[in-house]
């Protein structure tokens, strides 16, 4: 299984910034992409951004320019540095992966979320 870790949520003034972790740890054998959604009460989960293991990235159109995701994969971290928040972007925010679990000859496709960390922004 794979287990993932997500930290830098909190309260922030609108104009400010915030930098979210994700952790990824268990039985990884490989990575496909990890990313960020994000949940605003009442509403449906959305995409924020995506990152693939080559390091391609895919963003909401609404958030171009203001959110940027990075990676470290060497300690299977992925980062989403959010910028001029707007009280709009409140909502929790859930770490993603895709890849495989495993080992060779065991190897099992793999969905996995984090528990989500509370991004509120203030007016």
């Known amino acids: 299984q794979v287990q993932l870790v997500e930290s830098g949520g909190g309260l922030v003034q609108a104009g400010g910034s915030l930098t979210l972790s994700c952790a990824a740890s268990?039985?990884?054998?490989?990575?496909?992409?990890m990313g960020w959604y994000r949940q605003a009460p009442g509403k449906q989960r959305d995409l924020v951004a995506t990152?693939?293991?080559?390091?391609?990235?895919n963003y909401a159109d609404s958030l171009k320019g203001r959110f940027t995701i990075s990676r470290n994969n060497a300690k299977n971290t992925v980062f989403l540095q959010m910028n001029s928040l707007k009280p709009e972007d409140t909502a929790v925010y859930y770490c993603?992966?895709?890849?495989?679990?495993?080992?060779?000859?065991?190897?099992?496709?793999?969905?996995?979320w984090g528990q989500g960390t509370l991004v509120t922004v203030s007016s």
């Open positions: 993603n992966f895709r890849g495989y679990s495993g080992y060779v000859g065991a190897l099992k496709n793999l969905e996995a």
């Open positions: 268990g039985s990884i054998f490989s990575i496909n992409a």
């Open positions: 990152i693939t293991s080559g390091g391609s990235t």
